[in-house]
């Protein structure tokens, strides 16, 4: 994203003012006013876009989680943040961040769930869109090199919906499903995994109409656990989202209440 910012910005900076610069000699003055506007227009624009592609940054509690300690190892790469247990159980929870969030925003709400035991890998995405490149579980479920044997994947709004999407095809080692304030993108109700959808009950993103809608979509045994009171930005720690709703219990309880129904499925699928 830093670097994009700064090679398009300037190119497009720089492309601005030699148009306005430039005497042109051939072109006549209104031809050179078009030009120039449309080049400090599209100037606006990407400036404005890239603007618009900054992420909700991740606030200090989820930093302060990506140390080593108790257990759990952290492993920082340009697609990755890896929560690794010093003994790993064999089943493990593949991330997708919610839309234009810090993927790190989320270490600190999956950090208990290393802790208990469970590999955790949060991908990173290009601009922070699951979007891009929903397929990205890929290079992480059904590796040869780990000694995990099965995998939920997990998302958050956006990355929900994107993990859904590449769960709808059967993959080696995918056993599950998990939807942080999110819903499918298309039908899946005869998809042979676990399902379990987690969601605020005062969110104003992902509401209770939308979930209650999505469960025609879902597996007939899926599981769905209101957090009563919780909103959309409680499922991670990057401050407040403008659109939410205005919550009735505090994130700390509601991420403990997320964090029990999340190890609960993990737990199901691994001592069955």
Known sequence: Y????????????ALAVWAWRSPAPDHTALRRGLTRGGLMLVTLLTIGLLVYLRPLSA????????????G??????????????DDPKATGLVF??????????????????????YPVVIIKFPYNLAIVQNGAAGRVVGDTDDD????????????????????????????????????????????ELDVVSIYGTEDQLATVDDIDASRADLPADTLFV?????????????GSQRGDGTPTIGREDAQAQIVLATLDMLDTLTTP
């Open 2 to 13: 830093q670097v994009t910012l700064v090679v398009i910005a300037g190119g497009a900076v």
């Open 59 to 70: 606030d200090q509690v989820a930093v302060d989680a990506l140390d080593d300690g108790n």
């Open 72 to 85: 759990v190892e952290v492993t920082v790469t340009r697609g990755e943040i890896r929560l690794d247990p």
């Open 96 to 117: 997708y961040p919610g839309a234009l969030v810090d993927p790190r925003a989320y270490a600190h709400i999956l950090r208990p769930i290393a802790e208990a035991g």
């Open 148 to 191: 995990i044997t099965q995998w939920v994947i997990g998302g958050h709004s956006l990355g929900g919906a994107m993990a859904s999407a590449w769960s709808e095809s059967p993959h080696d080692e995918l056993a599950g499903l998990l939807l942080w304030a999110a819903y499918p993108v298309n039908p899946m109700t005869d998809v």
């Open 226 to 238: 209101p957090i009563e009171g919780g909103i959309h930005a409680f499922f991670g720690d990057y």
